[in-house]
């Protein structure tokens, strides 16, 4: 990194830090982590998917932080496509909606693919740097292309999201000595940064946590709040949403004692969201339990769940890495094999308004009886 690009950093990182302190200080000197993480994440022009810096990318000469599915391989999206084919002819209609599309190669992969079968693709982003780089891309789309940053009263279509629930703020529970707290931020005044402080709380896990041990984890009220609002609005359509999580059973497992939120910056992880603000993601893994829930309490139907690699082999990954050269067939085999996206990352899928179908990307390997 050159001095410029690291006094910019600086410079960024200082401002959002001065801010979320401020608003430490208006709140009575403690911030819930879901408020800090807000903060982080959407701070206008500040927060890390705010700004301008590169997020995206495969390797981190490029600047970028991680890479998402449709960066390693455009056979991600011309998979998923089959799987949106078959919801738009299933559903009746036209529309596609794409939640935090990024750098929009996921959404450059499917208009595509799908070709006239999608008169309408909206794109749903609270980033404007990453929008405009997103209208840069899909230019030659520009026709059925719109933008959205709010969710509209009533939608139908299609709905798309990858990696967007990892990045919704979660509330942080830590019990120790066998009472529960919220773990919120406070400054530091002699360390000149921020801190953890833990209040007791009534908020409690979906589930008892066996054992006497000390045990940290996430409850994600925001992201199932979005999946019953998803929910309520769909009037007639599908969602296939891809992330990275468990089942409720194994997030809350007895073992699982530091929790899953983690930060990405430069390819590489780390567990300290409290420093370098702004430059770095901030996620916790998905409770694929509470996220069904969420969306059956709104009136959507479960179509199905299960593992990256089970639904992209069903949506006929195999067939096409039969196609591909030796290089891009590695970087699409990336897509399922265990070790890298294929066994974390899950997708859930969900229809309303129409009768629910054995839908593509399920037909083998469902996994439903495990949420």
Not at 18 to 46: K, N, T, V
Not at 149 to 160: F, H, K, N, R, S
Not at 192 to 206: I, K, M, Q, S, V
Not at 299 to 316: E, P, S
Request: a negative charge; charged letters at 20%; proline letters at 5%.
């Amino acid at each position: 990194m050159t001095d410029s690009s690291e006094s910019s950093s600086a410079s960024l990182s200082g401002a959002l830090t001065q801010q979320i302190h401020a608003r430490i200080e208006a709140a009575g000197g403690w911030l819930g982590f879901d408020a800090f993480m807000a903060l982080a994440l959407y701070s206008p022009g500040l927060g890390y998917y705010a700004n301008e810096r590169p997020k995206f990318g495969s390797m981190p000469a490029s600047g970028s932080d991680f890479v998402t599915a449709p960066e390693i391989s455009p056979a991600f999206g011309r998979l998923l496509a089959a799987q949106v084919a078959e919801a738009l002819e299933r559903t009746g209609t036209r529309e596609v909606w794409e939640f935090g599309a990024g750098t929009g190669a996921l959404a450059e992969q499917l208009l595509a693919t799908l070709g006239d079968r999608v008169e309408r693709y909206t794109i749903v982003d609270l980033s404007g740097s990453l929008r405009a780089r997103q209208k840069e891309r899909l230019a030659p789309y520009a026709a059925k292309l719109h933008w959205a940053d709010a969710l509209p009263e009533a939608m139908q279509g299609v709905i798309v999201g990858n990696e967007v629930l990892d990045a919704m703020p979660v509330q942080l529970l830590n019990r120790k000595k066998g009472q529960w707290f919220e773990r919120g931020v406070v400054w530091d005044s002699a360390a000149a940064g921020f801190a953890w402080e833990d209040r007791p709380t009534a908020l409690r896990p979906p589930l008892e946590i066996d054992g006497p041990q000390d045990y940290l984890t996430e409850i994600h009220a925001q992201g199932e709040a979005f999946v019953r609002t998803l929910g309520e609005r769909l009037q007639r359509g599908a969602a296939f949403l891809i992330d990275y999580g468990f089942g409720e059973d194994e997030y809350y497992h007895p073992q699982r004692h530091m929790g899953t939120l983690v930060c990405h910056r430069a390819h590489r992880m780390d567990d300290n969201p409290l420093v370098d603000l702004g430059l770095k993601d901030i996620t916790a893994h998905v409770n694929f339990t509470g996220t069904a829930v969420a969306a059956q309490e709104a009136g959507m139907d479960l179509l199905g769940y299960t593992t990256q690699a089970h639904f992209l082999i069903n949506c006929g990954l195999l067939q096409q890495l039969e196609q591909m050269q030796q290089g891009p067939r590695a970087m699409a085999a990336k897509l399922m094999m265990e070790h890298e996206m294929g066994e974390l990352f899950k997708v859930i899928a969900f229809s309303r308004g129409v009768e629910p179908w054995p839908a593509l990307g399920f037909v083998q390997g469902d996994r439903t009886h495990r949420l």
